[in-house]
């Protein structure tokens, strides 16, 4: 469920890893905290080199409302997680178009968290809401040797 601040609608829709999620919550939980002290706190050295830094007027004004703060913290923690399980680092534009092909076949509210498995060989595991399913080349070798493994040795003897 997409949150209900207006000034935050774009900085929810521009989130898309587990890891963006994590640092925006880091990011509200320093001016949750700071909301509490007496000397003004700098936003722009709290989001500074974090995807977050072009939305400093949008959290400017968010920081000195501790309720909306504490809405968009529980809206955010709610947020379902895809686990992807891959053998290589993704690029930056891997990482936007596989978010955007989840949020468009599994959900607006789903973020994908990318766990690096040096065990896959040239596929995936996909884990979302307590199922998993892997896709890997090897099984797909492995399967395709056990359909044709006769025939192959025919051939290798002939």
Not at 12 to 30: H, P, V
Not at 83 to 100: C, G, N, R, Y
């Amino acid at each position: 469920m997409p949150p209900t601040i207006p000034k935050f609608n774009s900085i929810f829709a521009g989130l898309r890893t587990k890891d963006e999620r994590d640092e925006l919550l880091r990011i509200i939980a320093e001016l949750k905290k700071s909301s509490f002290q007496s000397h003004a706190i700098d936003i722009e050295k709290i989001i500074k080199d974090t995807p977050f830094e072009k939305f400093a007027t949008e959290l400017k004004e968010l920081s000195s409302d501790s309720a909306k703060l504490m809405s968009l913290s529980e809206t955010l923690s709610a947020l379902s997680i895809l686990e992807l399980d891959i053998v290589f680092q993704p690029t930056q534009e891997a990482v936007i178009k596989i978010s955007e092909w989840i949020k468009k076949n599994v959900g607006t509210n789903v973020l994908v968290d990318f766990q690096h498995d040096q065990e896959l060989i040239g596929g995936a595991r996909i884990i979302f809401q307590g199922r998993s399913r892997e896709f890997a080349l090897l099984d797909a070798i492995d399967t395709l040797f056990k359909e044709k493994s006769e025939k192959v040795l025919k051939e290798l003897k002939a």
